[in-house]
């Protein structure tokens, strides 16, 4: 630009030299500027296009790069999660089971074992498993943070409900340890039980839903505008289960998390 202005400088003023050296006539002089002007004028819309096809092209460029780590963002993400919601499907086995399997003891003693020890075993050992995934699940995510910031207060909403669902199957762990297998066969005992395991079972179930629902949500907006469709969200035939997207409001998840940290903090001092 500056080498171009530099010329045409030098040659207006060649020209007026020229002209005032008597060696170029007023019409030749007006003829060779209006030229040299057009050509001037034409070079700069030339550059001026040149710089937004290369500007263009640069932001073309970064939107492929972006498209391209967001996909590979969604890869590992899908991964994490699919294990995490293995995990925690193991313990919705559990514990929505066995209620049926003291009924199944009560019935045939004989046959059916409820053996509180091998149960505790198996709900520790898938609670280790649950933890590691969850936590794979998070670093995952916090890896890839750049790519899904736009999602994080999901993230913070499922992280939440997983620390308290598994605050709830520490205070589980203790009440069974406790409690005697001949006492739940008294009514109130099993009625008892039955709504600790159903919570529990409900609570994993829900955590799952809302997996599902974040996966969906990452999904869409990844891939939904290159494949020029949608994967539909979940629709819960009860209306009291909600989506993510319907219980986890950013303002409202913000303002959770606060109130956790500062609860956190209480309990150090």
């Not at 039955?194 to 907006?221: A, G, P, T, V, W």
Request: hydrophobic share 45%; charged share 30%; aromatic share 12%.
């Amino acid at each position: 630009m500056i080498i171009t202005i530099l010329l045409a400088i030098a040659y207006f003023g060649g020209m007026l030299i020229l002209f005032f050296s008597g060696i170029l006539e007023t019409k030749e002089l007006i003829t060779n500027l209006t030229i040299a002007f057009g050509w001037i004028v034409a070079l700069l819309i030339a550059i001026i296009h040149l710089r937004k096809a290369r500007k263009d092209n640069q932001l073309l460029k970064n939107d492929e790069i972006k498209k391209k780590l967001e996909i590979e963002a969604f890869k590992e993400i899908n991964r994490a999660l699919y294990k995490f919601s293995s995990k925690i499907g193991n313990l919705y086995i559990i514990f929505s089971s066995l209620p049926r399997k003291f009924d199944l003891y009560k019935e045939n003693p004989n046959i059916f074992k409820f053996d509180k020890i091998k149960i505790s075993q198996e709900i520790l050992c898938k609670g280790v498993e649950l933890s590691k995934a969850f936590a794979d699940f998070i670093l995952t995510i916090e890896s890839n943070e750049i790519t899904v910031l736009k999602f994080d207060h999901y993230r913070k909403y499922i992280h939440f409900i997983m620390e308290d669902f598994r605050e709830e199957v520490g205070k589980f762990e203790m009440y069974f340890t406790k409690v005697e297998i001949n006492k739940l066969i008294d009514k109130d005992a099993f009625s008892e039980f039955k709504s600790k395991c159903n919570l529990l079972s409900e609570n994993s179930n829900l955590i799952q839903c809302y997996l599902f629902d974040y996966r969906i949500i990452l999904m869409n907006y990844v891939l939904g505008e290159i494949f020029k469709s949608y994967v539909p969200e979940r629709k819960p035939k009860d209306p009291s289960f909600k989506l993510l997207s319907e219980v986890a409001v950013k303002e409202e998840v913000e303002k959770e998390e606060e109130r956790r940290i500062n609860a956190a903090i209480k309990r150090k001092k």
